[in-house]
Antibody, heavy 120, light 113 residues
Framework: QVQLVESGGGVVQPGRSLRLSCAASGFTFSSYGMHWVRQAPGKGLEWVAVISYDGSDKYYADSVKGRFTISRDNSKNSLYLQVHSLRAEDTAVYYC?????????????WGQGTLVTVSS | DIVMTQSPDSLAVSLGERATINCKSSQSVLYSSNNKNYLAWYQQKPGQPPKLLIYWASTRESGVPDRFSGSGSGTDFTLTISSLQAEDVAVYYCQQYYGTSFTFGPGTKVDIK
C-alpha cells in the first residue's frame, strides 16, 4: 500500500533553514508528481509546491516562491523541501502528497505530516 | 491565481439527513480540450491528514461511500452527503488543479445537529 512518511520538522529560529524529507513506498515513485501542502495550527490547507515525476517541472505558491525549493531523488524514492529564511507564519504541519498523475492533478495519498515551529 | 471560496463556513445536520457544501472558483476550471473540471474534494478529520473523496468534480475515489457525490461545472461545484453518518463529521475542502497552482478552498466544517 502507498506510504508517505515525512521527517525533518522541529523548532527552528526565525531566519534559519530546514530540510524536510518524505520517504515514499508502495508505488512507482518515479512515475508520479509530488506535492507539499501545509496547514498552520487551526487553519486550512495551503498548497506549497509541486514537482513533476522526473523533476523537470517545479511550481510554487507565491507565499513561498524564492524561499522554498522542492526536489526529489527517484533513486531513493524520496521527496524534499528545502526551506530558507523561515518566518513565524511558516509554522505549520507540512504534508507530502502524491499526485494522481505525472504532475498537476489531484492529491490521492497524503502522509501524516511533520510539524515545523518557527520561534525564537 | 484562482481563488476558491466555500459556503457555508460550517453546518450542522441531523443523522441521516442531507448535507450540501458549495465551492466556487474565481475562474473556470473546465478544460475545454478534454471537457474535464479540474476540481477535487477532500475530507479531513481531527488529527488526521486529508483524504481524497472526489476528483474531476464528480468521480468518487475508490473506497469512498456512495453517499458522497460531487457535481457542478465551470466555476460552481457542490459536494453532497446524501445521508449524514456520525463518521462524516469533518472539515471538507475543495481544491482546483487547473494550471500550475493548486489552491484550496477555506474549508467547511460539518457537525451533527
Amino acid at each position: 500500500q502507498v506510504q508517505l512518511v515525512e521527517s525533518g520538522g522541529g523548532v527552528v529560529q526565525p531566519g534559519r533553514s530546514l530540510r524536510l524529507s518524505c520517504a515514499a513506498s508502495g508505488f512507482t515513485f518515479s512515475s508520479y508528481g509530488m506535492h507539499w501542502v501545509r496547514q498552520a495550527p487551526g487553519k486550512g490547507l495551503e498548497w506549497v509546491a509541486v514537482i513533476s515525476y522526473d523533476g523537470s517541472d517545479k511550481y510554487y505558491a507565491d507565499s513561498v516562491k524564492g524561499r522554498f525549493t522542492i526536489s526529489r531523488d527517484n533513486s531513493k524514492n524520496s521527496l524534499y523541501l528545502q526551506v530558507h529564511s523561515l518566518r513565524a507564519e511558516d509554522t505549520a504541519v507540512y504534508y507530502c502528497a502524491k499526485d494522481g498523475a505525472h504532475s498537476g492533478s489531484y492529491l490521492d495519498y497524503w502522509g501524516q505530516g511533520t510539524l515545523v515551529t518557527v520561534s525564537s | 491565481d484562482i481563488v476558491m471560496t466555500q459556503s457555508p463556513d460550517s453546518l450542522a445536520v441531523s443523522l441521516g439527513e442531507r448535507a450540501t457544501i458549495n465551492c466556487k472558483s474565481s475562474q473556470s476550471v473546465l478544460y475545454s480540450s478534454n471537457n474535464k473540471n479540474y476540481l477535487a474534494w477532500y475530507q479531513q478529520k481531527p488529527g488526521q491528514p486529508p483524504k481524497l473523496l472526489i476528483y474531476w468534480a464528480s468521480t468518487r475515489e475508490s473506497g469512498v461511500p456512495d453517499r458522497f457525490s460531487g457535481s457542478g461545472s465551470g466555476t460552481d461545484f457542490t459536494l453532497t452527503i446524501s445521508s449524514l453518518q456520525a463518521e462524516d463529521v469533518a472539515v471538507y475542502y475543495c481544491q482546483q488543479y487547473y494550471g500550475t497552482s493548486f489552491t484550496f478552498g477555506p474549508g467547511t466544517k460539518v457537525d451533527i445537529k
